[in-house]
Nanobody, 126 residues
Framework: VQLQASGGGLVQTGDSLRLSCASSGNSFRMYNMGWFRQAPGKEREFVAAISRSGEIVRYADSVKGRFTISRDNAKNTVYLQMNSLKSEDTAVFYC????????????????????WGQGTQVTVSS
């Protein structure tokens, strides 16, 4: 599985961005997906996760109510809609994938995922 993240950029506080992560291959629906981020000097941290079916989503407390994860299995793509961006959201955002036999599972740890995209930079200027 190859993942290609895009959509990052330089925005101002309060702005919105939508990240996309496109997956190669035709088995995208068999993978749990997640978004993580890594700020300079910090460890990579969980942002959001979505089950294979898209019915179950989970968010880090820091982004609840502002970010929305979704997926389009027909387009092999997972999205992260980010609203009300704050300066502390500045980071490189990574998408990740993990094969799963369960329709209702989700994963929030970096060690849970086998495949990672290259990252896309999000910079929020105050």
């Amino acid at each position: 599985v190859q993942l290609q993240a895009s959509g990052g950029g330089l925005v101002q506080t309060g702005d919105s961005l939508r990240l996309s992560c496109a997956s190669s291959g035709n088995s995208f629906r068999m993978y749990n997906m997640g978004w993580f981020r890594q700020a300079p000097g910090k460890e990579r941290e969980f942002v959001a996760a979505i089950s294979r079916s898209g019915e179950i989503v989970r968010y880090a407390d820091s982004v609840k109510g502002r970010f929305t994860i979704s997926r389009d299995n027909a387009k092999n793509t997972v999205y992260l809609q980010m609203n009300s961006l704050k300066s502390e959201d500045t980071a490189v955002f990574y998408c990740a994938a993990r094969f799963s036999s369960s329709l209702r599972s989700y994963y929030t740890e970096t060690s849970d995922y086998n495949y990672w995209g290259q990252g896309t930079q999000v910079t929020v200027s105050s």
